[in-house]
């Protein structure tokens, strides 16, 4: 069975950090695209941040630029964003996803999802 599951949310006070993790199972994503998503209450799933399996390239939105982190350790099939200066607005269930066609922006590219973490950022 193929498994995503993310971990470290949580509450944190508005200028804080959280590392989220995203440990896969039932294959290895070492080949795939790997990114992570989040979702408010009454919003539309959005992209956060991405990269590309093989590559140094990284993508990350415009909100989350210079305080967002992506990276992976292949040995541990595992993916991380490492979250600093974090605001209210960033609050939202975050979700990891695997992508065996490429990296891209849009949810529907990605074929494996996680269940998500809650982070809660207190203003």
């Known amino acids: 069975q193929v498994q995503l599951v993310e971990s470290g949310g949580g509450l944190v006070q508005a200028g804080g950090s959280l590392r989220l993790s995203c440990v896969g199972s039932?294959?290895?994503?070492?080949?795939?695209?790997m990114g992570w998503f989040r979702q408010a209450p009454g919003k539309e799933r959005e992209f956060v941040a991405g990269?590309?399996?093989?590559?140094?390239?990284?993508y990350y939105a415009d909100s989350v630029k210079c305080r967002f982190t992506i990276s992976r350790d292949y040995a541990k099939n595992t993916v991380y964003l490492q979250m600093n200066s974090l605001k209210a607005e960033d609050t939202a269930v975050y979700y990891c996803?695997?992508?065996?066609?490429?990296?891209?922006?849009?949810?529907?590219?990605?074929?494996?999802w996680g269940q998500g973490t809650q982070v809660t950022v207190s203003s």
């Open positions: 996803a695997a992508s065996i066609m490429g990296f891209g922006s849009n949810p529907g590219v990605y074929n494996y």
């Open positions: 039932g294959r290895t994503f070492s080949r795939d695209a």
């Open positions: 990269d590309r399996w093989g590559r140094d390239t990284l």
